[in-house]
C-alpha cells in the first residue's frame, strides 16, 4: 500500500518569514495530493491541493509543488502569521477523480510554530 | 449550514462494552470515511464507503464495524475486540470530484 513521510515533525520561524513542509510518497498510482491543516481539538480543514496532471497551484500565500517522477510534493506558506500556527498534514490517494474515494494516506504531521 | 457533524465530542467506554459513534452529513457527498487519530500520528484509515449498503475496510478496520443504510449516516462501532481503542475518531466525506471534509471528532476515552 502507499505509504507517505513527511518532514520536518516541528518547524519554527519568525513572524513574516517563509514555511517550507515536504512529503514523499511510494505509490507510483497515487493522483491526488491534498494539505490539511488542524488545530487542537479540531478536525483538518483542507488549505490546498493539487492533483498529478499540475506541477504547481498557488492560492494567496500558500503553494503546492509537485514532482510526479520523484515523488515528492511540498507546502509553501509566504509572509507567515501568528495563525498560521497548527499542525499541517500532507496525504496521498489513488481515488477516481482525485476525490480520495479510495480514502487517505496521511504523512505524521509538522507542527508549525509561528514566533512573533 | 452545510457540514459534517460527530457526536458526542467525548465519550467513554468501559472494558468490554461496545461503543457507537455518530457521523451525518447534510452535503449530498456519496462517499464517507473514518479515520484514527493517535497523539503525535497522522490519520490512519478504518473504513469507507463510497454509496449506501456498502463499505470497504481501510488499514486498521480490526475491532471497528460499521454500516451506510442511509446516505447522510455512516455510525462507527468499536468494539470490546478492539483492545486500544483510546483515540481520537475523525469522519469525513467526499463527492467524486471534491476532496475529503472532516468533522470535528469523537475523542474515545477508556475508564
Known amino acids: 500500500g502507499e505509504n507517505v513521510e513527511q518532514h520536518p515533525s516541528t518547524l519554527s520561524v519568525q513572524e513574516g518569514d517563509s514555511a517550507v513542509i515536504k512529503c514523499t510518497y511510494s505509490?507510483?498510482?497515487?493522483?491526488?495530493f491534498p494539505w490539511y491543516k488542524q488545530e487542537l481539538g479540531k478536525g483538518p480543514q483542507l488549505i490546498i491541493d493539487?492533483?498529478?496532471?499540475?506541477g504547481e497551484k498557488k492560492d494567496q500565500r500558500i503553494a503546492v509543488t509537485l514532482n510526479k517522477t520523484a515523488k515528492h510534493f511540498s507546502l509553501h506558506i509566504t509572509e507567515t502569521q501568528p495563525e498560521d500556527s497548527a499542525v499541517y498534514f500532507c496525504?496521498?490517494?489513488?481515488?477516481?477523480?482525485?476525490?480520495?474515494?479510495?480514502?487517505?494516506?496521511f504523512g505524521k504531521g509538522t507542527h508549525l510554530i509561528i514566533q512573533p | 449550514d452545510g457540514g459534517i457533524t460527530q457526536s458526542p465530542k467525548y465519550l467513554f467506554r468501559k472494558e468490554g462494552q461496545n461503543v457507537t459513534l455518530s457521523c451525518e452529513q447534510n452535503?449530498?457527498?456519496?462517499?464517507m470515511y473514518w479515520y484514527r487519530q493517535d497523539p503525535g500520528q497522522g490519520l490512519r484509515l478504518i473504513y469507507y464507503?463510497?454509496?449506501?449498503?456498502?463499505?470497504q475496510k481501510g488499514d486498521i478496520a480490526e475491532g471497528y464495524s460499521v454500516s451506510r443504510e442511509k446516505k447522510e449516516s455512516f455510525p462507527l462501532t468499536v468494539t470490546s475486540a478492539q483492545k486500544n481503542p483510546t483515540a481520537f475518531y475523525l469522519c469525513?466525506?467526499?463527492?467524486?470530484?471534491?476532496?475529503?471534509?472532516f468533522g470535528d471528532g469523537t475523542r474515545l476515552s477508556i475508564l
Open positions: 469525513a466525506s467526499s463527492d467524486r470530484s471534491l476532496p475529503q471534509h
Open positions: 505509490d507510483s498510482a497515487s493522483n491526488y
Open positions: 493539487i492533483r498529478s496532471n499540475v
Open positions: 496525504a496521498a490517494s489513488r481515488g477516481y477523480s482525485g476525490g480520495g474515494a479510495d480514502g487517505l494516506t
Open positions: 452535503l449530498n457527498h456519496d462517499a
Open positions: 464507503s463510497q454509496i449506501v449498503n456498502d463499505f
